[in-house]
């Protein structure tokens, strides 16, 4: 059975931080696209940072701006989304998803900014 489990999320005061993981089990990970997305209220789901499986990363750069990174662990399958200096407008429920020869996406943890 294919599970992605999202944590990591929770409530931050703007400008800090927080990492999310995601833990994926029941296919071949190594071989997989991961990738990190959001929905906000009211929004659309949007890409914020995707990393092959050899490591090569991409970010929506007008979500990012160089304030997140999105790592790996294959050894562990595991993909993170390193946070760093949030703003409340990074407010969403954060996705974890898988693309290859199928598609995959977590049930997603909250992020929410706010002093």
């Known amino acids: 059975q294919v599970q992605l489990v999202e944590s990591g999320g929770g409530l931050v005061q703007p400008g800090g931080s927080l990492r999310l993981s995601c833990e994926a089990s029941?296919?071949?990970?190594?071989?997989?696209?991961m990738a990190w997305y959001r929905q906000a209220p009211g929004k659309q789901r949007e890409l914020v940072a995707r990393?092959?499986?050899?490591?090569?990363?991409?970010y929506k750069v007008s979500v990012v701006k160089d304030r997140f990174t999105i790592s790996r662990d294959n050894t562990h399958n595991r993909v993170y989304l390193q946070m760093n200096s949030l703003k409340p407008e990074d407010t969403a429920v954060y996705y974890c998803?898988?693309?290859?020869?199928?598609?995959?996406w977590g049930q997603g943890t909250q992020v929410t900014v706010s002093s």
């Open positions: 990393i092959t499986n050899g490591g090569v990363t991409t």
């Open positions: 998803n898988a693309a290859g020869k199928s598609l995959y």
């Open positions: 029941g296919f071949i990970f190594s071989t997989y696209v």
